[in-house]
């Protein structure tokens, strides 16, 4: 039996090419942070952890949405945020006192 020789030789990679690999595994590494300290507050806010019953609860979840993030680092895509029941319920008004505020100042302008 001859033994086989070894390629010990190294791949050549090109700067450019190494940094988009750093680019790409620090993007990885920002999304993972992101996830985790969002499902931290979301557990906070809820006040109990995923499928976790408790009298203190103040909200349930029910599940996420998927946003794209740009960061210097590039654009994290597909980022879980996730949902509350109450917030989702919350309707978003306008605040009549802005577009009051707004409405007079516009009128002064017009005179």
Do not use: W
């Not at 408790?54 to 980022?79: A, F, K, M, P, Y």
């Amino acid at each position: 039996m001859i033994p086989e020789e070894q390629n010990n030789e190294t791949p050549s990679v090109s700067q450019a090419d190494f940094r988009e690999l750093m680019a790409e595994k620090m993007r990885a590494a920002v999304r993972l942070t992101l996830i985790s300290i969002l499902e931290t507050e979301l557990e906070e806010y809820v006040g109990a952890g995923r499928y976790e019953r408790t009298g203190t609860r103040r909200d349930h979840r029910i599940g996420h949405r998927t946003r794209d993030l740009g960061t210097s680092l590039g654009v994290i895509e597909n980022l879980p945020v996730p949902r509350t029941d109450m917030a989702s319920r919350r309707k978003y008004s306008r605040n009549t006192s802005v577009d009051k505020q707004s409405g007079i100042m516009q009128s002064e302008r017009c005179s």
